[in-house]
């Protein structure tokens, strides 16, 4: 049994691709290993948000991964802002950091084009932050997906450097890819990855889409020339895209499904695509709206932050009397 950590930022809407990649390997997860889950609202806040939708998103998001299937019984979850100990660490970590390694990471590369000159000092010292976040809690491995992994590689760096200057008390986490094929990509653009960020809505689905909202960007999916359901991401990127949402969801192979529609064309594939992202969703969003509106949520957070707390807080305890910031 190790000890897991993992988050997602309350930015906006849960798409499928975060479900596939992401949320249902925590599913899986928590019944092997120790697991804390949070809600990473500080990192929200390196780009400018509106506070009421920031605390509506992170209560959205809570309700969701417990919607998924994740165990409050089993699992730790959180909002990060909740335990004051990822800030202070995030500070330390910060001190031991390089201007230039930060500047060298992709992310703060990408997003800080959008900012022109008025770039967020937030955006450079997201790593650290992501560092204090998955070192406070003895972390071994961290599930997340291809675009974090950079971060990852810092993580692990700030780690290796703070034990070699103040004594080995930080574990050195793994990090763990999603495995192939759940990489979901984008219903419009099969060449990109699915994004709650892409500004075309037909691009992505919503977990809590509506049945006719699903059926809809379905069926305005990208495919390829001909009619053929075969699975062939070089060639067929957008058929390929769509056979691995159905086998997600079914459990069945592509050589099964390949079999079944071997008669059977785009537009009947299309529909019963839809017909299995909605049946399959639909537990979900039973679940997410009778949990959305009930005090059990607020105990539930509750509880996870005093458990990270008293984790945390011992870790940044021993950091604080490494470092000498103790009497």
């Keep these: 049994m190790s000890i897991v950590f993992s988050g997602i930022q309350p930015s906006g809407t849960i798409t499928l691709g975060n479900y596939i990649g992401a949320i249902k390997q925590f599913i899986s997860l928590q019944n092997q290993h120790t697991c804390y889950f949070c809600i990473v609202n ?3 806040i390196t780009v400018p948000q509106d506070p009421d939708q920031l605390r509506r998103n992170s209560r959205k998001l809570a309700a969701l991964y417990l919607a998924a299937g994740l165990d409050p019984e089993k699992v730790t979850l959180f909002i990060q802002s909740e335990v004051p100990a990822h800030a202070q ?3 330390i970590m910060q001190t031991i950091s390089y201007v230039g390694e930060l500047e060298r990471m992709t992310q703060f590369k990408d997003k800080s084009k959008s900012q022109g000159k008025s770039i967020p000092a937030g955006l ?3 790593p650290p932050l992501m560092a204090a976040d998955v070192l406070l809690y003895n972390t071994e491995i961290v599930p997340v997906g291809d675009d974090q992994a950079q971060h990852m590689e810092i993580t692990r760096d700030l780690a290796h450097r703070f034990n070699q200057r103040f004594g080995t008390l930080f574990t050195i986490p793994k990090t763990q890819l999603p495995p192939t094929g759940s990489r979901v990509m984008s219903l419009q653009n099969p060449e990109k990855k699915m994004s709650k960020s892409d500004p075309n809505q037909n691009a992505y689905i919503s977990l809590l889409d509506s049945p006719k909202q699903i059926e809809k ?8 020339s001909g009619n053929e359901i075969r699975y062939d991401p070089q060639n067929k990127k957008g058929i390929s895209n769509l056979m691995a ?3 997600s969801f079914t459990g069945e192979t592509f050589d099964q499904i390949e079999q079944k ?13 839809a017909d299995v992202l909605i049946e399959g969703l639909k537990p979900l969003q039973d679940r997410y709206y009778q949990l959305i509106e009930s005090s059990h949520l607020d105990q539930i957070l509750s509880d996870g932050a005093e458990k990270a707390n008293e984790v945390a807080t011992k870790t940044l305890t021993k950091v604080e009397k490494a470092i000498g ?3």
């Design 42 to 44: 500080q990192h929200a």
């Design 89 to 91: 660490l995030g500070w």
């Design 124 to 126: 450079l010292t997201y």
């Design 217 to 224: 960007k379905i069926k305005k999916s990208t495919t390829d």
């Design 245 to 247: 949402l159905y086998a």
């Design 261 to 273: 529609y071997l008669e059977k064309g785009y537009g009947q594939f299309k529909l019963d695509v």
């Design 325 to 327: 910031l103790s009497r």
